[in-house]
């Protein structure tokens, strides 16, 4: 019996250290900075996005020139007020003094109105970019059998890759899944 007991807990001890060992699993990282800065795609969609955000300025700022504008004729209204004509000037005044409040409200509403703009095409024009990437993230890590893919781009901010030693970088691979050419690789990030 005794040896039977022996038997079961060393099969038991053969079977959990083999588990174990199957159950290391690898570990890759990438770094999607370098992967976006070189997508054809993103570069596209960033120089749209920045098109529309130069154009919205230029709208706002033509704005503030006119409220600016405005704003000196009022000061400058007011230094004509006299005894003479100060129930004239002071309507004068009260009525400009509206305009310039609704045209400071038009001139924040654009500007929330812009931001908003470009939040929802930098939305349209990256949903597809991404899921892109994902599924070339995805397609690789199936091809080297990774059970685990960290990004460590910088942009990440809270990154909890603290040590990437040993595991596979497949930015590379990714990139090559993507169609970018292994020459169009920017600096690695320092660490």
Do not use: C
Request: aromatic share 6%; proline share 2%; hydrophobic share 40%.
């Amino acid at each position: 019996m005794r040896k039977l007991i022996n038997v079961f807990f060393v099969a038991a001890g053969l079977l959990f250290t083999a588990n174990v060992a199957n159950a290391q699993q690898k570990i890759g990282h990438l770094n999607s900075e370098a992967i976006f800065a070189v997508m054809p795609e993103a570069k596209a969609a960033q120089s749209t996005l920045e098109t529309l955000a130069k154009t919205k300025q230029d709208e706002i700022t033509k704005m503030q020139t006119e409220y600016q504008t405005k704003y000196e004729a009022a000061i400058a209204k007011q230094k004509t007020l006299s005894e003479a004509n100060k129930d004239v000037v002071t309507k004068e005044l009260q009525t400009m003094g509206e305009e310039l409040q609704g045209m400071e409200k038009r001139i924040n509403d654009a500007r929330a109105k812009a931001q908003q703009d470009v939040a929802t095409k930098q939305g349209e024009l990256f949903v597809p970019i991404n899921q892109k990437f994902e599924t070339a993230v995805k397609s690789v890590a199936k091809e080297k059998g990774l059970a685990y893919v960290f990004d460590i781009a910088s942009q990440q901010g809270a990154n909890n890759l603290l040590y990437s030693e040993g595991g596979d970088d497949v930015t590379a691979a990714v990139k090559t899944k993507l169609g970018i050419s292994a020459s169009a690789v920017p600096a690695a990030p320092k660490k």
